[in-house]
C-alpha cells in the first residue's frame, strides 16, 4: 500500500518513470512503464532487479541484446482476425521485422547458453523461451513476396502478377512512344516548347498546352492550372493505350490484394503465438530502458533480503543527480542505516541543509527498488522488502476539504497509526510542525511513542528539541543531523547517524547580520539551557568532523604507502629476475669458456700423440695451446669483467663471515662494528652476529639481516630519534610545521569555543618549538581574554603571557612566551 496517492510526485519518482519512459522505443514499452508500481513480493522484486543488472551486463558487453526493428504490431495483427482481411504491405513489413526480432533475440541467447544450461543472463534467458514458439516458415512466405528495400510486391510474387507487370512495361513504352512523337510534331508547328514533357493527370499520360492551342491538339482535356495558362490534353493517339494501361493496373492492384490476403490467412493462425512474442519483446525493450537509465544515474544491484532491511552507502538521489551534472555539478552521497534496533531515524539540522532532499532519497531509491530499477548506491549496500510506504512531505493543504496545513498533517499521521504494521516504511518532513511549537511537539512525540511501539520503520525530520531527547533515550529510536560548515557558514549535505543536530539559528542569524541586542534578546528568551544545548550539538558536530578529517588523512596516507610497498616489492622482483639472468649468462659463458677449453687440450694431445712424442712437434703444439689459451682469455676478459660488474658482490666462505670495506680491505662483520644495508645509505650498529645472521639497530629500529647483505663501514650512525614514529608521519609533521602560523585569532568565539582553539594552537607551538606566539581575542568586556589567561597559566610549556605593545594591539591580544 501507498499513501498518499502523489507520492511519485512528493518524492521525485515521477522524473524516474519519465526519464525510463523516454528510453522506450516501442508504445508496448511504454505502457508497462506506465503501468510500473511498486512490488512486495520478494521472488518478484529480486527477478525483476537481476533482469534489469543482466541487461545493463550486456549494454557493456562486446554484444547487446539485438532488440532492432522493434514495432508496435498489436493493432496490425488485431486487423486481420477476420478471414478476408488483409494487411498494406508497409504494416506486414512491419510484422516481418518483428519476426526478425524474434529471431535474433532466441539467437542470442541461444549462443550465451551452454549445454550445461550455464549463461550470464538466466532471468532474460527464461523470459524470452516463447519466442521459439514462431515458426519460420512465416517470415520466409512474407519474404517470397515483398521487397523489404523497396516496401513493394515483388514482381515473381505469382505467375500472374508477373504477366500483368510484364505487359504493363509494354504497354508504358508503347505510350512513351506516341507521346514523343505527338511532342514532337507539336513542337515542329510551334504549338509548344522545345522543353516540354508529359505530364500525369487521374492516372493518365497527358502533355500541357497553352490554352490559344488546345484546339489544334486532338485529344481529351482533362484538367487545367490554377492560372487557367496550361491545359493538361490526352492526346486522342494514346486514349485506347492509356485504357489498356488503367485496365492493367487495375488488375494487378487486384492480384496484389489476392497476394497480401493469402499472406494474411497464412498469418492468421499463429496470431496468439506472434502477440504474445511481440510482448516478451515489449517487456525486454522496457527492461532495457530501466538499464539505460541505471547507467544514467550510477544505478547497480544491491543485496536484497526478504525482509525490512535498510543498509545503504553512498546513496544519490537519481533525479537531483542528474540536474546537477547538467550544471557541471557533483551530488553530495548519504550514507544511511536502519536496524531492527534502530528502526526509526530522527534527522534535525539546519534549514536547507538537505534534510528533506535525504528523505526523498530514501522514498525515491526504496520505491525504484520495489518497481525493479537498479537504485543508485554502492553494491555492498543492503535493501529490504517493505508492504507500505507512507509520506508526509509537502503541504496538503486544501480549500475544497477545508483542510489546512496542520490539519492535512494531522490527517495523514491519523491514517498512519491506522494502517500502519511492522512491514511500514514511513517518512514524515518537519514533524509536528504548522501549530504552536509546544502543543505540536508534544503530539509529534506521542505519535511517534506510539509508531515505535507498534514496530514500524521509518525516518522524520524535525526542528523540536524534545523529539532529539526522545531519539537519545528510546529504545528503537536514533538521532542523525544532517552537518554545517561553521567557519564557512554553509551546509555539506552529509547525513551523520548517532548525535542530533543543531539549527544554527544564532550563528545564521549573525551571519545574515541580525542585530547583536536583537540575538542576545532572544538568547534571554529562551534561556542559557536551550543555548547551551545547541552549543553542546555545534562542539560535537566539529569534534566529529575533526576526526572524520583525521581518519581520511589516515586512510589517503595507508593508500600511499600501500601503493609505495606494492612499488617496491615490484621493483624487487624484477632486480631478483635481473639478476638470475645476470647469473646465467655468466654461467653459460663459462661453460662455453670450459668448452673452448677442453677442445683446444684435446686436440693438442691428439697431435702430441700423432708426432710419437718427437721434441720439435711436441713443443709446437704446446705453443699452440698457449697462444689459443692467452686469445680466449683477451676474449672473454671484457665479458667477464662485464658480467662480474652486474653480479652482485658477496664473498661467502663455509667457516667465516666477511665484508668488504670501501677501500678494498676484507673486514669480518662483528658486534659493534657499524654497516651498511645493500643498496642503502643508512649506517647502521651490529648488535650481535649469529651464524649468517646478524642483528642491526639503524636507528631506533632493530632488524635481523643476512651477514652477506652488509658492508662494513668507517661512517658514524646518526643519533636515532627519541620517538618511535613512522617517516609517513614525520613527513606529514613536517609539512604542518611549514604551514604553521605564530599567530590565532579567537575573537567571536564563545569562551570554551576559544579555549579549545588555543589548546591545539599552544600545543602545536610547543611541539614545532615556537619560542613566541601571539592570540588575538579582543578587548570587549575582557572574559574572553581572562579565561585563556587562566588556561596558559595551567600549561607546563609556557613560560609567562603578556599584553602585547599598545601599538600593536595592546590588551586586545595576548603574546605568550614558551619555554
Known amino acids: 500500500m501507498i499513501f498518499p496517492d502523489k507520492i511519485e510526485e512528493k ?99 541461444s549462443r550465451h547458453s551452454t549445454d550445461e544450461g550455464h549463461t550470464p543472463y538466466p532471468r532474460l534467458t527464461s523470459l524470452s523461451e516463447g519466442l521459439n514458439d514462431i515458426s519460420p516458415d512465416i517470415s520466409r512466405s512474407i519474404d517470397k513476396v515483398i521487397d523489404e528495400t523497396t516496401s513493394s510486391i515483388k514482381d515473381n510474387a505469382s505467375p500472374a502478377l508477373a504477366d500483368i507487370r510484364s505487359r504493363l512495361r509494354g504497354m508504358s513504352g508503347r505510350v512513351n512512344s506516341i507521346l514523343r512523337r505527338v511532342l514532337s510534331n507539336a513542337i515542329s508547328q510551334g504549338l509548344l516548347e522545345p522543353d516540354t514533357v508529359p505530364s500525369m493527370r487521374e492516372g493518365r499520360l497527358v502533355i500541357p498546352v497553352p490554352p490559344m492551342h488546345k484546339r489544334q491538339i486532338q485529344g481529351i482535356v482533362h484538367d487545367e492550372s490554377a492560372s487557367g495558362k496550361t491545359v493538361f490534353i490526352e492526346p486522342a493517339e494514346v486514349v485506347e493505350a492509356n485504357n489498356l494501361t488503367r485496365k492493367l493496373q487495375m488488375e494487378e492492384h487486384r492480384e496484389i490484394i489476392r497476394i497480401l490476403t493469402t499472406i494474411a490467412d497464412s498469418l492468421r493462425p499463429s ?56 550544471h557541471g555539478r557533483e551530488i553530495v552521497p548519504i550514507d544511511v542505516t536502519l536496524t531492527s534496533k534502530q528502526r526509526i531515524l530522527v534527522i534535525s539540522g539546519p534549514n536547507a541543509g538537505g534534510k528533506s532532499v ?73 514533524m509536528g510542525s504548522g501549530t504552536e511549537p509546544q502543543i505540536g511537539g508534544a503530539l509529534a512525540q506521542a505519535i511517534l511513542a506510539q509508531m515505535n511501539a507498534e514496530g514500524l520503520w521509518g525516518i522524520v525530520t524535525t526542528h523540536y528539541q524534545n523529539l532529539k531527547q526522545m531519539a537519545d533515550d528510546t529504545p528503537g529510536l536514533v538521532n542523525g543531523s544532517m552537518l554545517y560548515d561553521r567557519q564557512l557558514m554553509q551546509p555539506l549535505f552529509k547525513l551523520s547517524i548517532g548525535n542530533p543536530g543543531s539549527s544554527f539559528a544564532v550563528e545564521i542569524a549573525r551571519k545574515i547580520g541580525l542585530p547583536k541586542d536583537i540575538i542576545d534578546s532572544a ?46 616489492t615490484d621493483d624487487a622482483e624484477t632486480l631478483r629476475a635481473r639478476r638470475r639472468e645476470i647469473l646465467d649468462g655468466a654461467k653459460a659463458e663459462a661453460k662455453r669458456i670450459l668448452e673452448s677449453s677442453n677442445a683446444a687440450i684435446e686436440r693438442t694431445i691428439a697431435e702430441i700423440k700423432k708426432a710419437n712424442a718427437e721434441r720439435e712437434l711436441t713443443l709446437e703444439a704446446r705453443r699452440r695451446l698457449k697462444e689459443e689459451r692467452l686469445a680466449l682469455e683477451s676474449n672473454t676478459d671484457g665479458q667477464e669483467n662485464s658480467v662480474l660488474a652486474r653480479a652482485p658482490k658477496k664473498k661467502k666462505t663455509k667457516h667465516s663471515i666477511h665484508s668488504s670495506t670501501s677501500s678494498g680491505i676484507t673486514r669480518q662483520v662483528e658486534a659493534g662494528c657499524n654497516v651498511k644495508l645493500d643498496g642503502q645509505g643508512t649506517v647502521g650498529t651490529v648488535l650481535e652476529v649469529s651464524g649468517k645472521n646478524a642483528i642491526v639497530a639503524f636507528g631506533n629500529i632493530k632488524t635481523t639481516v643476512k651477514t652477506e647483505r652488509l658492508t662494513v663501514t668507517d661512517a658514524k650512525p646518526k643519533e636515532p630519534k627519541k620517538s618511535g614514529i613512522s617517516m609517513a608521519t614525520i613527513d606529514a609533521g613536517h609539512q604542518r610545521q611549514l604551514q604553521f602560523k605564530h599567530e590565532i585569532d579567537v575573537r567571536g568565539f564563545r569562551a570554551d569555543e576559544a579555549v579549545q582553539a588555543v589548546t591545539y594552537f599552544i600545543d602545536d607551538a610547543i611541539r614545532f618549538n615556537a619560542p613566541r606566539v601571539r592570540i588575538l581575542h579582543g578587548t570587549g568586556t575582557g572574559v574572553l581574554r581572562q579565561v585563556i589567561r587562566d588556561y596558559l597559566s595551567t600549561v607546563p610549556g609556557v613560560m609567562s603571557s603578556r599584553d602585547e605593545d599598545v601599538r600593536f594591539g595592546g590588551a586586545g591580544i595576548t603574546v605568550v612566551e614558551l619555554q
Open 11 to 109: 518524492i521525485g519518482f515521477d522524473g524516474v518513470r519519465a526519464q525510463i519512459s523516454k528510453r522506450c522505443h516501442c508504445q508496448g514499452a511504454h505502457d508497462l512503464c506506465a503501468e510500473m508500481s511498486m512490488m512486495t513480493d520478494f521472488q518478484s522484486i529480486r527477478a525483476a532487479l537481476q533482469a534489469t543488472a543482466e541487461m545493463s551486463s550486456a549494454l557493456h558487453s562486446d554484444e547487446t541484446v539485438p532488440l532492432a526493428g522493434l514495432h508496435d504490431i498489436d493493432t496490425p495483427l488485431s486487423l486481420i482476425r477476420v478471414p478476408g482481411t488483409f494487411l498494406e504491405t508497409k504494416e506486414l513489413l512491419k510484422v516481418r521485422r518483428m519476426l526478425q526480432c524474434f529471431a535474433e533475440v532466441s539467437s542470442f541467447f
Open 271 to 326: 496470431i496468439p503465438q506472434i502477440t504474445e512474442a511481440a510482448k516478451i519483446i515489449y517487456h525486454l525493450d522496457f527492461i532495457q530502458a530501466k538499464a539505460l537509465y541505471a547507467d544514467a544515474v550510477g544505478g547497480l544491484m544491491p543485496h536484497l533480503h526478504d525482509r525490512e532491511e535498510l543498509e545503504w552507502y553512498h546513496a544519490c538521489h537519481p533525479g537531483l543527480k542528474l540536474s546537477l551534472e547538467k
Open 358 to 430: 535525504c528523505l526523498k532519497t530514501v522514498g525515491t531509491l526504496q520505491y525504484m527498488a520495489q518497481c525493479g530499477i537498479l537504485p543508485p548506491v554502492y553494491e555492498n549496500s543492503h535493501f529490504g522488502v517493505f508492504n507500505d510506504i507512507f509520506v508526509d512531505i509537502g503541504d496538503d493543504q486544501s480549500l475544497e476539504d477545508d483542510l489546512s496545513t496542520y490539519s492535512s498533517h494531522l490527517r495523514n499521521m491519523k491514517f498512519m497509526l491506522q494502517r500502519g504494521r511492522k512491514s511500514t516504511l514511513f517518512l514524515i518532513d518537519e
Open 523 to 568: 538568547e534571554q528568551i529562551v534561556g542559557s539551557d536551550y543555548i547551551n544545548l545547541d552549543k553542546y550539538l555545534l562542539d560535537i558536530t566539529r569534534d566529529k568532523r575533526y576526526w572524520e578529517n583525521k581518519r581520511a588523512d589516515i586512510r589517503r596516507k595507508e593508500k600511499m604507502l600501500d601503493e609505495k610497498l606494492e612499488r617496491y
